[in-house]
């Protein structure tokens, strides 16, 4: 099962932004690379988009570029900030993860930790989204933890996207990194599909 994809000419005639424009974009880091997908067609190669992240994305470049320059937006889009270090009690006085949320994430991923990271405070602010959209429960929220935890600790990155499945009310996720289309069993149904680069930017622009 696949995201929904868009055409770059589609995308070009939707957004009424040029090709030199996206590629400009793409250059600039406002645009994530894996989001240019390359498929074949029957007229040849051509490059498609994840439809929904990819018209959020241009949406927000084309509303703020007048009062950012692209290195600011840049850094805004960035999905992670390795000089982040915050305290349990700075998160929770800015409002980016409830008491419960973060001591589910200090039981199963950070024991003992006093400072947390950028990729620290993303998980404790995706779980605490998950839990109050009452999307999963609380043990399907430590298994998120445990499996976020895991992926960016190998890969050091946060250009994933958590995919989380249940069926006959046994769940489980799994993160692809590269957009690759996926199939899951019959009758298994998908409970969530979050990207990291859009919880990141909503966690920049609402909190850091």
């Keep these: 099962m696949s995201e929904e994809l868009l055409s770059k000419k589609d995308l070009l005639e939707l957004t009424g932004i040029s090709y030199g424009q996206l590629y400009r974009w793409k250059r600039k880091d406002l645009i994530p690379e894996e989001w240019f997908i390359r498929k074949s067609t029957f007229t040849g190669q051509e490059t498609f988009f994840p439809k929904e992240r990819i018209l959020e994305r241009i949406d927000k470049i084309q509303k703020m570029k007048e009062n950012l320059s692209l290195d600011e937006l840049a850094e805004m889009f960035s999905p992670s900030v390795s000089e982040l270090s915050l305290r349990k009690e700075e998160i929770v006085k800015r409002g980016i993860a409830s008491e419960t949320a ?31 959209s009452g999307d999963i429960n609380l043990e399907e929220a430590k298994m998120v933890i445990q499996v976020t935890n895991d992926y960016f600790k190998r890969l050091n990155q946060t250009n994933g996207e958590l995919i989380i499945v249940r ?42």
């Design 167 to 208: 069926k006959l009310g046994i769940s489980t996720c799994f993160i692809m990194s590269d957009g690759t289309d996926f199939s899951i069993e019959k009758d298994a149904k998908i409970i969530k599909r979050v990207a990291f680069t859009s919880v990141s930017e909503e966690l920049r622009t609402n909190f850091l």
């Design 102 to 132: 973060f001591n589910l994430f200090l039981e199963i991923g950070k024991p003992g930790v006093e400072q947390f990271t950028f990729e620290a405070v993303l998980t404790v602010y995706l779980i605490e989204k998950l839990l109050r």
